[in-house]
């Protein structure tokens, strides 16, 4: 199974990004699908989550400024940010499995994102 992100990039403080996740090789159908990030020097965090037909759940610093959605006809996740802050710096990866609640089963290769104050 392969995630490939896209989408990441140098945008100033404010501005927006959207960010894309194409998922192949799987034979089946993936449940969960999300959003982590890693700032330099700090661990990897959730930014966000979606399952099939679920609620998406997303971090406190996300809440109100980042969307998750997916399009299972595309095998294609995406992420909305809007409102960004330099604090949104950080390398933002793609994840999928079963249930995100519990384990990542697959990783992207990540994609850079900087905001600029």
């Known amino acids: 199974v392969q995630l490939v992100e896209s989408g990441g990039g140098l945008v100033q403080a404010g501005g927006s990004l959207r960010l894309s996740c194409v998922v192949s090789?799987?034979?089946?159908?993936?449940?969960?699908m999300g959003w982590y990030r890693q700032a330099p020097g700090k661990e990897r965090e959730l930014v966000a989550r979606?399952?099939?037909?679920?609620?998406?759940t997303y971090a406190d610093s996300a809440k109100g400024r980042f969307t998750i959605s997916r399009d299972d006809a595309k095998s294609t996740a995406y992420l909305q940010m809007s409102r960004l802050k330099p604090e949104d710096t950080a390398v933002y990866y793609c994840a999928a499995g079963w249930d995100l609640t519990y384990d990542v089963d697959y990783w992207g290769q990540g994609t850079q994102v900087t905001v600029s104050s």
């Open positions: 090789g799987s034979e089946y159908p993936i449940n969960s």
């Open positions: 979606i399952s099939s037909g679920g609620t998406p």
